[in-house]
């Protein structure tokens, strides 16, 4: 398999595709929308909103938070998870930046 070549681009575009990369699946858009609507939840919850495997939810997390989405704390037998606002608002700020950015009208199109 090859090696995705990341060089030459800056910091925040190879993060923000790392972060776009994990959000880029309907099971874990899911858990981000239904963590967005809630404070915090345990797993638990999460796997009763989904129409998937406690195991599958649980690789889905484990990827959401490797990069940062979201944060989860150990209560008791219980994993708690909520959105990591600080990565979140990076890409809310991210799109925010790329929206405003002027559109180059052109003849091709």
Request: with cysteine.
């Amino acid at each position: 398999m090859g090696i995705t070549k990341t060089e030459g681009f800056t910091e925040e575009i190879t993060q923000m595709a790392e972060l776009l990369k994990a959000l880029g699946h309907p099971a874990r858009l899911s858990i981000m929308e239904f963590l967005l609507n809630s404070p915090a939840c345990i797993c638990g919850d999460i796997v009763e909103e989904l129409p998937l495997a406690q195991s599958t939810v649980s690789r889905h997390l484990s990827e959401l938070k490797r990069v940062g989405l979201i944060q989860g704390n150990i209560d008791g037998n219980n994993i708690c998870y909520c959105i990591n606002t600080d990565t979140w608002d990076k890409v809310a700020h991210f799109f925010t930046d790329f929206k405003n950015k002027k559109v180059v009208t052109s003849s091709c199109c």
